[in-house]
Antibody, heavy 117, light 107 residues
C-alpha cells in the first residue's frame, strides 16, 4: 500500500518561503484517484486543511492561505510539494501530507517546521 | 466556511464505558464526514468515513452515525488504547474543515 514521507527544512526564517516535499512510495502519484493533501497542526491546536492536488494537477487551496500557497506535483519523482511564501511565526506547525479517497486514508508521519529568526 | 462544532471538548471516562462524541455542521454536508483519532506525537488516523462506514482494520467498537448537520462517533466499550483526541472532518464543501477536537482522558 502507498506510503508517504515528508521532508522539510525544520527551521525557516520569517518572511522566507517554506518548502516541503512528500515522497510517495509503493504506488504512483499518477493514478489511484487520490486527493494528495496537505494538513497542518499548529502547537497545541487542532488540524487545519491546507489544500490538495489531483493527479491532473488541479489544485484546491484553503482561502486563508491561498495568496501565499502553491501545491505542485512532480510525477517524475513521484512527489508532491507545498510552498508557502512570506511565512510568519503563525506558520509554525507540524505539516502532514496525506493520500485520501473514499475508503482509503494514508498519512505521512509529519514534519515539524518552526518559523523563527 | 462550514464550521464544525464538536462536543464535548474533553471527557473523562473509564475502561469499558460507552463514549459518544458529537459534531455539528453549520450547514448540511450530507454524509461527507470522517472521524479521526490522534495520539500524541502521531499522525491522525481515520476511523470512520462517509459518516458511518468503518475504515478497514478499525475495531468494531467504533461506530459513526448521522447525516446533514449532526453526527456522532460512538465507542461502545472504551479500551486503554482509545485514550486520544478525536476530530471530525467535513469534505463536502471547500475549504475542508475539522472540528476542534475531543480529548478522551482516563478517569
Amino acid at each position: 500500500q502507498v506510503q508517504l514521507q515528508e521532508s522539510g527544512p525544520g527551521l525557516v526564517k520569517p518572511s522566507r518561503t517554506l518548502s516541503i516535499t512528500c515522497t510517495v512510495s509503493r504506488g504512483s502519484i499518477s493514478n489511484g484517484g487520490f486527493y494528495w493533501t496537505w494538513i497542518r497542526q499548529r502547537p497545541d491546536k487542532g488540524l487545519e486543511w491546507i489544500g490538495h492536488i489531483f493527479e491532473s494537477g488541479t489544485t484546491y487551496y484553503n482561502p486563508s492561505l491561498k495568496s501565499r500557497l502553491s501545491i505542485s506535483l512532480d510525477t517524475s519523482k513521484n512527489q508532491f510539494s507545498l510552498q508557502l511564501t512570506s511565512v510568519t511565526t503563525a506558520d509554525t506547525a507540524i505539516y502532514y501530507c496525506a493520500a485520501l479517497r473514499h475508503g482509503v486514508d494514508i498519512w505521512g508521519q509529519g514534519t515539524k517546521v518552526t518559523v523563527s529568526s | 466556511d462550514i464550521q464544525m462544532t464538536q462536543s464535548p471538548s474533553s471527557l473523562s471516562a473509564s475502561v469499558g464505558d460507552r463514549v459518544t462524541i458529537t459534531c455539528r455542521a453549520s450547514q448540511g454536508i450530507r454524509i461527507d464526514l470522517g472521524w479521526y483519532q490522534q495520539k500524541p506525537g502521531k499522525a491522525p488516523k481515520r476511523l470512520i468515513f462517509a459518516a458511518s462506514s468503518l475504515q478497514s482494520g478499525v475495531p468494531s467498537r467504533f461506530s459513526g452515525s448521522g447525516s446533514g448537520t449532526e453526527f456522532t462517533l460512538t465507542i461502545s466499550s472504551l479500551q486503554p488504547e482509545d485514550f486520544a483526541t478525536y476530530y471530525c472532518l467535513q469534505h463536502n464543501t471547500l475549504p475542508w474543515t475539522f472540528g476542534q477536537g475531543t480529548t478522551v482522558e482516563i478517569k
